[in-house]
């Protein structure tokens, strides 16, 4: 079993839609949590980054981390043609719990979103 | 303002040869990071370098080798590329706190023949 879980997808929505993405884990000691979107032949671009628990917003990008059930969501609101992309969900683990003191991120698979106008 | 940039961007290469992909950073950043990624498998730590002089292995390291030489660029070797090896290859970097988020290049589209 993989330490992030992450739904592939793909994912098509229509412009103007909610969209929500979420990745599940099991590692416990997880405290920092990152979206990252990638586009097509390009390399991953830091979207969210949220530590603990709790809610995040930036314009139409919500990230939520709910620890107590190892989930967590990112939500585009009002989704554009230009959002459609791979979304990558990453965690670490802080040096004092265990982690690594490079900070070793943990991936999801992806998750590839269309945006259809 | 540049960021991370990665030499070259697309290679075809012959089962045996070897190369040296580039990756220079002006963030000033003292960790960076090798990663491959591949279709269903996301992306795996290759090697990684916590400073100038320094590397170590990440989670998939046999057949590659690393250099820190200068803390801005950090190269990824292949000594005997295999057909196993055909992948994108990322370049990141972050800063010296530990988990800061990482900061990607574009990658290097390599296929091993």
């Known amino acids: 079993q993989k330490e992030v879980e992450q739904d592939p997808g793909p994912l098509s929505v229509p412009e103007g839609a909610i969209v929500s993405l979420n990745c599940t884990y099991s590692?416990?000691?997880?405290?920092?949590f990152m979206w990252y979107r990638q586009y097509s032949r390009k390399g991953p671009e830091l979207l969210m980054y949220?530590?603990?628990?709790g809610n995040k917003e930036d314009g139409r990008f919500t990230a939520q981390v709910d620890k107590s059930s190892k989930y967590i969501s990112l939500f585009i609101r009002d989704s554009q043609p230009s959002d459609s992309a791979t979304y990558l969900c990453?965690?670490?683990?802080?040096?004092?719990?265990?982690?690594?003191?490079?900070?070793?991120?943990?991936f999801g698979q992806g998750t590839i979103l269309t945006v259809h106008p | 303002n540049a960021g991370v940039t990665q030499t070259p961007k697309f290679r075809v290469l012959k089962t045996g040869q070897s190369m040296t992909l580039l990756c220079a950073q002006d963030?000033?950043?003292?960790?960076m990071y090798w990663y491959r990624q591949d279709p269903g498998m996301g992306l795996r730590l290759i090697h990684y370098?916590?400073?100038?002089?320094?590397?170590a292995k990440g989670e998939v390291p046999d057949g590659y080798n690393v250099s820190r030489l200068k803390k801005q660029n950090f190269l990824l070797g292949l000594e005997s590329a295999a057909p196993s090896q055909t992948s994108v290859y990322f370049c990141?970097?972050?800063?010296?706190?530990?988990?800061?988020?990482?900061?990607f290049g574009d990658g290097t589209r390599l296929s091993i023949l």
């Open positions: 990141a970097s972050s800063e010296v706190t530990s988990n800061q988020p990482q900061h």
């Open positions: 590692n416990s000691a997880f405290q920092y």
């Open positions: 949220t530590y603990s628990s």
């Open positions: 990453a965690m670490s683990v802080p040096p004092g719990a265990g982690g690594t003191s490079y900070g070793k991120l943990t």
């Open positions: 963030m000033n950043h003292e960790y």
């Open positions: 370098s916590v400073g100038e002089g320094t590397t």
